[in-house]
């Protein structure tokens, strides 16, 4: 009886699973969703190749150095790198002196040691980077209501990450006359940009790199190009999201290559034992 009614209560769940599918399969054939402007016109990120890219993938560290002078002289303003700490920065190349000199040059949160109160101090190597702002609120009074994310991990954080984060820096156009043609109700709101790599369409962020020779870089560096400053900041945040990348390439190489020792070994194992064997 038991068994019986097992059946029934899977066959029950069976039929309602395939009726629910069928249904849904037929309104959207019968009923598909209205076209929306950003199912239109919002593009997937453009190609971006960097050495840290595939499985053999190494850090270009000057590209990164690059990278964090643009994070440091145009995104920090903004944006946080609560993950990262001033030391971190010694993978980059950068010397112990240089590192402490990177350091004091951010204010980070202190206290007094006399008084006890609150304050700000140069930071030290062992600080992380300090939050642009004090809290929330000041953050969303700076940037249109909008609070600008940490960018420690957003090349993980996003899809296609330094992909995303190139197509964004770089996309920040005019409203095509099509959209605005197809879709009138969807003029980009005042205090807000149009930039078709976003999900919305409009985002509260300006654009950050507005023209080139923003940030300088020295010699023996490519011009600083928006496009060149885009695709550095990209590989710099590979590194804060992922910097054991390297560490990691190489031993998930030598894993691969016991694995495929221990397989061969263990067959050689197999038909060494069971050769006279008979089945």
Request: net charge neutral.
């Amino acid at each position: 009886m038991a068994r019986i009614l097992s059946i029934l209560v899977g066959l029950f769940f069976t039929v309602a699973l395939a009726w629910s599918f069928g249904k849904g399969a037929y309104t959207q054939i019968t009923e598909p969703p209205a076209a929306t402007a950003e199912h239109e016109f919002h593009l997937h990120p453009k190609e971006l190749h960097l050495a840290s890219d595939g499985p053999f993938g190494k850090f270009d560290k000057q590209q990164l150095q690059r990278g964090f002078q643009v994070y440091k002289e145009v995104c920090s303003a903004c944006h946080s790198l609560s993950h990262v700490a001033f030391r971190d920065l010694e993978q980059l190349g950068y010397s112990e002196g240089q590192v402490k000199t990177i350091a004091a040059g951010f204010q980070v949160p202190g206290v007094d040691p006399t008084t006890g109160e609150a304050n700000t101090r140069p930071g030290t190597a062992t600080d992380y980077f300090p939050k642009p702002f004090a809290n929330d609120i000041a953050a969303r009074a700076a940037n249109n209501n909008a609070i600008p994310p940490d960018l420690s991990l957003m090349a993980k954080a996003r899809h296609d990450g330094a992909a995303y984060v190139y197509s964004l820096l770089t996309g920040f156009q005019a409203q095509p006359a099509e959209l605005l043609k197809e879709f009138p109700d969807s003029k980009t709101p005042a205090g807000l940009h149009y930039n078709p790599y976003f999900a919305n369409l409009n985002l509260a962020m300006a654009p950050p790199l507005t023209g080139d020779g923003q940030v300088e870089y020295g010699p023996g560096n490519p011009k600083p190009t928006v496009e060149q400053m885009s695709k550095d900041v990209s590989a710099f945040l590979v590194w804060t999201a992922e910097p054991k990348l390297e560490k990691r390439n190489q031993t998930g190489f030598a894993v691969v290559l016991f694995l495929i020792f221990a397989t061969v070994l263990g067959y050689m194992s197999y038909r060494n034992i069971w050769a006279g064997k008979k089945h």
